[in-house]
């Protein structure tokens, strides 16, 4: 019998390891970093990289509390939400698509959980044949519930992946099919008042200017681009006249048109032999309306070689680093905090369709986190002119200042803005030609 009691340790302590070494602790460092990989990547759900540990750490002490870590489990698991963008030109821009693409990045930041995914250089020379439906599916079968198209063109294209995909919402920045009653329902669009940077640009310009010769590099003609350039000559004219008090005669404003947002070789004109031309016809300052940078880079050359030239960019906030010297400053697009909150609406299942044609922050038109258009004072800008450009401002800033008041007439002469009336927002939306003035084309 002795020797029979005796057996009964040996065996416990044969049970006892085995279950120790079934439950022992090397394997269990594993499954405790991958979760911790994916929490660095969507910041939702603070406790996700909690959960694994306890998971972990159950089997080593009581069976009893596994239950409890793998109720808590999934909240690792956590999808992030995905938001996409389809770009018409390169994310490098110095532009338009850069400050779109920085818009994103912002919300990225603000939106915990969130994923940021894009498609750039969606355009006839990058991707031909390609369709921007074809971009925004190819957005959606990664995981993107709402989507942005960036450029006028993709207007129709959008509307046809919204109708295809009534789950996925979409802003179409710059568009107006909402406005114009053909939007389907989880469609909406968001452009900044540009046409205030643009006035601010065109005062710039002529108060800099020697000559009184100011040239408009402009990409395609449609609406926008009309309006944008009669909102910068309609600036260029009252701080000619009104703040420097010389005759409205004795300024020359001149648009050549490229033929699309940038240059694409054997397709458009060339935008840096433009802006040559302009400097070499008399021109000593130059507004950029594409996404690229070549009139300030044009004008930067001149300047070297013994010209005094200037240039104003457009669309991004640091443009004017490309050439300090010749800047004058640069009205510019900030996205980011639209963008925050129509997509924090839609991932709140909040979003409402609407047409948001948004001015300045007038508080404080540089504000980051307030202002979606906004206007940067270059360094070539001298101290007295920085001093009359911001009277200019204050006065498009509380009102007393409306260059859309008639009479205002169109090239051909037909009235644009009747004597004693101010355009409401529909009518300078819809600009058809370029007004009385300007020098250039005003349909292709």
Known sequence: ???????????????????????????????????????????????????????????????????VAATEAPATEAEPYIFGMVLVGPINDGGWNQAQYEGMKYVEER???????????????????????????????????????????????????????????????????????????????????????????????????????????????????????????????????????????????KVTWIGFWFNIPGVTLDPTQVANDFINGGSDVILSGIDTTEAIVEANKATQAGKKVYAIPYDYKAACEQAPDVCLGVPYFNWGPTYLKAISDAKAGTFQQSFDWIAPDWTNINNPDTSIVGFENGAALSADNATKLDAFIAQLADGSLNLYTGPLNYQDGTPFVADGTTADDKTIWYSEQLLEGVDGQSAP
């Open 111 to 253: 939106i915990p959980g969130s994923k940021f995914i894009y498609i750039d250089k969606v355009n006839p020379a990058d991707r031909p044949n390609v369709k921007v439906e074809q971009v925004i599916d190819e957005l959606i079968a990664q995981g993107a519930t709402f989507v942005v198209t960036n450029s006028a063109e993709f207007g129709d294209g959008t509307n046809i992946a919204a109708e295809a995909n009534p789950d996925v919402t979409f802003i179409h920045a710059s568009g107006d099919s909402v406005l114009a009653g053909k939007a389907p329902a989880n469609v909406g669009n968001i452009m900044g008042k540009m046409i205030y940077g643009k006035m601010m640009a065109g005062c710039a310009a002529a108060l800099q200017s020697e000559t009184g010769k100011i040239s408009y590099l402009g990409p395609l003609i449609d609406p926008e681009t009309r309006r944008l350039v009669n909102s910068a000559y309609l600036g260029a004219k009252y701080c000619w006249t009104d703040v420097l008090g010389k005759p409205a005669d004795q300024l020359s404003f």
């Open 1 to 67: 019998m002795k020797r029979a009691l005796t057996r009964w340790p040996a065996l416990l302590i044969l049970v006892l390891g085995a279950i120790l070494s079934a439950c022992g602790g090397a394997p269990a460092s594993t499954p405790t970093e991958s979760p911790a990989t994916e929490a660095t990547e969507s910041a939702e759900a603070p406790a996700a990289t909690e959960a694994p540990a306890a998971a972990t750490e159950a089997p080593a002490t009581e069976a009893t509390e596994a239950p």
